[in-house]
């Protein structure tokens, strides 16, 4: 069974930095892309980077120049690097992939920015 697991999130103070890890198992990160998504209280769940098979890589414009999604295979396990962070980051953050058609998600980790 397919398995995404996340962990890293946090409390942080505004301009502050994270790191998330998404391990897979039973999933090859090489061969199929993944994603992370993060969900705000009473907001809905929006994609916030992704990164691709052959390593292209896409953001949020909210996001974008302060995160970044990157890669290990050896590992297989992908990481958003999070820097100045804004108390809107505020969220529950999921790791997600859909090989071979079938939606994957992790359970989750909540990274909170204080102002």
């Known amino acids: 069974q397919v398995q995404l697991v996340e962990s890293g999130g946090g409390l942080v103070q505004t301009g502050g930095s994270l790191r998330l890890s998404c391990v897979g198992s039973r999933i090859s990160f090489s061969l199929t892309a993944v994603a992370w998504y993060r969900q705000a209280p009473g907001k809905q769940r929006e994609m916030v980077a992704r990164?691709?098979?052959?390593?292209?890589?896409a953001y949020a414009d909210s996001v974008k120049g302060r995160f970044t999604i990157s890669r290990d295979s050896a590992k297989n396990t992908v990481y958003l690097q999070m820097n100045s962070l804004k108390p809107e980051d505020t969220a529950v953050y999921y790791c997600?992939?859909?090989?071979?058609?079938?939606?994957?998600w992790g359970q989750g980790t909540q990274v909170t920015v204080s102002s």
């Open positions: 997600y992939s859909r090989p071979l058609a079938t939606d994957y």
């Open positions: 990164i691709l098979r052959d390593g292209g890589t």
